[in-house]
């Protein structure tokens, strides 16, 4: 069991990224943004400096935060695309030593009222996650979909579809997009999701763990983020039922309180990202403990 992070989330350069993993003691990365694009689009001199200071740092990239058929890419893109952007990632997961890659299962067709569409083009969706779960899993590297904004993520029932669908698709479960994500198997205008409920339905296919809390905030319309434990992603539950089932993988960072992957609008000033960041790691790894201390049966601490 390891703790990694998207420590793009703490700063923008890879220096600075090194910098507040070893301040928490990590020693893994699970790269997605560096000086503001994906590890898997930076142009070959940028990323060979990459991987060198990586190396020279000590830090392990456990897991490709790729953007491969993620919520920004519609089901109608040329397949083309997403396999050469998939070649170039498994060149430099290669490099790198990395055997794991987060994808997604590409955009949810809306309708003009914002509803989701009854087609959701299931067919050509299983068929391009089929090729691209063979061609990684070929090249010795699991590939992992995460519950967002994507077809996956519509339901647990959209879930648990894929996965019959997609044989040696395994799943990344993030704890904070249920409580910011419509259920769509159910009727307008369409409840948020329970990460527990989630969670149990799903735990046989986790392989990989991201530690996110939020809620939905009604009066405002509006997604919350906050320190892990404190919103509705049932942190604590969901940690004290994975290791008591044996869980041995990862758990990876992902705050969103200073900086949004998916909304460049929300900014903040390096020190206090990086600031921020720290406190959430500490947070998490403090419950971390906490939950596997009282798994041995030690007295709570006080």
Same mark, same amino acid.
């Given at each position: ?18 910098? %507040? ?19 898997? /689009? ?7 400096? %990459? ?6 740092? @000590? ?51 809306? /309708? ?111 997604? %919350?983020?906050?320190?892990? @434990? ?35 609008? %929300? ?22 403990? /906490? ?12």
């Amino acid at each position: 069991m390891y703790v990694s992070a998207f420590a793009d989330e703490a700063a923008d350069r890879v220096e600075d990224q090194i910098r %507040v993993l070893k301040a928490l003691g990590l020693r893994h990365l699970e790269a997605r943004s560096i000086e503001g694009k994906n590890i898997h /689009d930076l142009p070959e001199e940028q990323f060979e400096r %990459v991987a060198e200071e990586l190396e020279k740092a @000590g830090i392990e990239v456990n897991c490709f935060g790729s953007t491969l058929a993620n919520w920004g890419t519609p089901i109608t893109a040329p397949f083309e695309q997403t396999v050469e952007v998939a070649k170039r990632a498994l060149k430099r997961m290669k490099r790198l030593g990395t055997r794991m890659i987060r994808i997604m299962s590409y955009a949810i067709l809306f /309708d003009n009222e914002g509803r989701p569409l009854e087609d959701q083009q299931e067919e050509e969706r299983f068929r391009r996650l089929r090729y691209l779960t063979s061609m990684f899993l070929d090249e010795g590297v699991t590939p992992v979909h995460e519950n967002c904004a994507n077809y996956g993520g519509m339901s647990i029932g959209h879930t648990l579809r894929m996965l019959e669908q997609v044989p040696g698709l395994k799943l990344v479960f993030d704890t904070g997009n249920p409580p910011i994500t419509r259920d769509y198997s159910k009727p307008y205008p369409y409840p948020m999701q329970s990460s527990w409920e989630f969670y149990q339905a799903v735990r046989p296919a986790i392989a990989y763990v991201h530690i996110k809390d939020s809620y939905w905030k009604e009066k405002t319309n509006e997604e %919350v983020y906050c320190w892990p @434990g404190e919103g509705k992603g049932d942190i604590r539950r969901i940690l004290v039922d994975l290791l008591r089932t044996g869980y041995d993988g990862g758990f990876s960072l992902e705050p969103h309180m200073q900086v949004v992957y998916h909304d460049p609008s %929300v900014t903040a000033p390096l020190e206090k990202r990086i600031e921020t960041f720290l406190e959430y790691g500490k947070r998490f790894l403090d419950l971390l403990r /906490d939950v596997q201390e009282e798994g041995r049966g030690a007295p709570k601490s006080t």
